[in-house]
């Protein structure tokens, strides 16, 4: 992969570290997949998507990438289990603390792990909000705690973990789960109100975790652990805005991608994911004068707020 290309092609004055606000962590990680192997290959499919991507957002009128956007070096370490999520740890909270919104593209899911642990340190009452087909709450798994089975069972003891879109778990794992916090697709399906709920369910703080296999495997194929009976795009979208508008998003990974070399659709489903939570994000900031902004890189900004008027030198 290289790091000399900016995500989406954006130009370089968007692209730097210094005046980003946001950060892109590549995790081109799968060591402990059980079936559909791949995911190491998604974070390069999800970056030619995005540079194959309209950089305007139609319903939101604006163009996030103004925000700045730092494509970081992949974490490629892939030792052990333990090693990529101790890198993916490190990384993460590393740019935390330089005031940048992180984002990570994965990868399996045991990256989460790490995900997880760094903006549990950085943030208080934290909630993870994971979207998801599977529960993920094994304590360890085929001889490892650091196994995609287990992405958040240090979740479900450390922060306020809410579910969304379950629909396949083992039995073992209901002594983890908290069935109040836990919203199955079987349930979604029939309740109006199902987004309501889980937001009355989150602290202010959300780490967002999304497992690409939460989609309707009919809109989002490529994905290790298919399951019927998934999200479809515009109630995710629908639901994700709520969050970005009524609470402080304070990052998110996006995993799973596991590309097929015949079929792109899913690669750009989750470049326009990933753009649109960013555009979710950063309209929510400028809308609101209350927010404490964290992200304190002196931007010029245009009428909206995210446009850039100033020309290129
Ligand atoms: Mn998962």
Redesign the pocket.
């Known amino acids: 992969m290289s790091t000399t290309k900016n995500y989406a092609g954006i130009p370089d004055k968007f692209a730097q570290l210094e005046t980003a606000k946001v950060v892109l962590i590549p995790v081109p990680y799968d060591g402990t997949s059980t079936w559909g192997k791949g995911a190491d290959k998604g974070p390069q499919a999800f970056l030619e998507a995005s540079e194959n991507m309209e950089l305007y957002d139609i319903e939101t009128d604006s163009e996030v990438y103004g925000q700045g956007i730092y494509l970081a070096e992949a974490i490629t370490e892939n030792s052990s289990p333990e090693a990529v999520v101790n890198a993916v740890h490190k990384q993460t909270k590393d740019y935390i603390k330089r005031n940048k919104f992180v984002t990570l593209f994965g990868g399996e899911?045991s990256i989460s792990i790490g995900t997880i642990r760094a903006f549990n340190e950085c943030f208080d009452n934290l909630t993870v909000l994971?979207i998801?087909?599977?529960a993920?709450l094994r304590e360890s798994y085929e001889g490892t705690k650091y196994n995609?089975a287990c992405?958040v069972h240090e979740a479900s003891q450390t922060t306020n973990l809410i579910q969304v879109g379950i629909r396949s778990m083992d039995a073992i794992e209901k002594s983890f789960m908290d069935e109040e916090k836990t919203f199955f697709a079987h349930d979604m399906v029939h309740d109006e109100y199902w987004m309501d709920k889980v937001i009355e369910a989150m602290t202010d703080n959300v780490l967002i975790t999304f497992?690409l296999?939460a989609f309707d495997p009919s809109i989002m194929p490529s994905t290790g652990t298919p399951e019927p009976g998934g999200l479809f795009w515009y109630e995710t979208l629908e639901f994700l805005k709520q969050v970005f508008e009524e609470k402080n998003v304070v990052g998110f990974d996006i995993?799973?991608l596991c590309p097929n070399p015949t079929d792109k659709s899913s690669d750009f489903l989750a470049a326009k994911l990933y753009y649109k939570m960013l555009s979710y994000k950063f309209i929510s900031e400028a809308a609101d004068d209350e927010y404490d902004n964290t992200y304190d890189v002196d931007y010029k900004t245009g009428t909206n707020g995210l446009k850039f008027d100033d020309d290129e030198d």
């Open positions: 899911h994971q998801d087909a599977h993920d995609h992405a497992d296999d995993v799973e």
